[in-house]
């Protein structure tokens, strides 16, 4: 038997083994995925409970049919356990959405977006949104050495993080703004 052969073996009786074992570990995580998004539910059940009273039957409707569902599915999903109060979060804002917007649809939008992201770039985009704030220290700016030691991240991989969340259109350019107004201005004259 040659050594090929041998691994074949090995691999075949190994295979349904590992393959439970990845099952058994995705199930695991899904069920903690679930409990993580029941207990941020459930604390904030009265919110949930009195916004849903201001909407529209029909909108209530289409949070009980659809929406809802898509936020178990998401969460489910999520391989990132710290990033189910996301979802959760994203399920308030547009159960507090004013006037008739299509709820689902700016849901799954929010969570497509933030599936994309992983709890690292989240971290990293909510520092560069802190930038803007008062009261930021210097050293723990976004980008600046204290900031990359804090988040271990080295410059690289700063850089490229930022690239993906100026595609992901999170991240605006310092001179976008200064641009958008100067063809505001060509396109008057």
């Known amino acids: 038997m040659s050594i090929a052969e041998d691994l074949s073996a090995i691999a075949g009786i190994a295979a349904p083994h590992v393959a ?3 099952l058994t570990y995705k199930q695991k995580r899904s069920e903690r995925n679930m409990l993580r998004l029941f207990k941020e539910l459930t604390t904030n ?6 916004r849903l009273a201001k909407l529209e039957h029909v909108s209530r409707a289409e ?5 809802f569902p898509a936020l178990l599915d998401y969460a489910y999903n999520e391989k990132e356990e ?7 979060a994203g399920f308030y804002k547009v159960l507090q959405a004013e006037g008739k917007r299509d709820l689902t649809a700016g849901f799954k939008l929010y969570s497509d977006l933030l599936s994309q992201l992983s709890r690292l770039e989240l971290l ?7 930038e803007r704030g008062p ?3 210097i050293d723990l700016l976004a980008g600046n050495d204290g900031h990359l030691e804090a988040r271990g991240l080295t ?3 700063f850089a490229l993080i930022q690239q993906k969340l100026h595609r992901l259109n999170l ?19």
């Open 45 to 50: 059940m009265s919110n949930i409970e009195e």
């Open 124 to 130: 990293v985009l909510a520092d560069i949104a802190l």
């Open 82 to 88: 710290n990033k189910v109060p996301h979802y959760a």
């Open 155 to 157: 410059k690289d991989s």
């Open 63 to 67: 949070v009980k049919d659809v929406l």
């Open 135 to 137: 009261k930021v220290r």
């Open 20 to 22: 439970h074992l990845v």
């Open 171 to 189: 991240l605006t350019d310092k001179h976008q703004k200064e641009l958008y107004r100067q063809v505001e201005i060509l396109d008057k004259v």
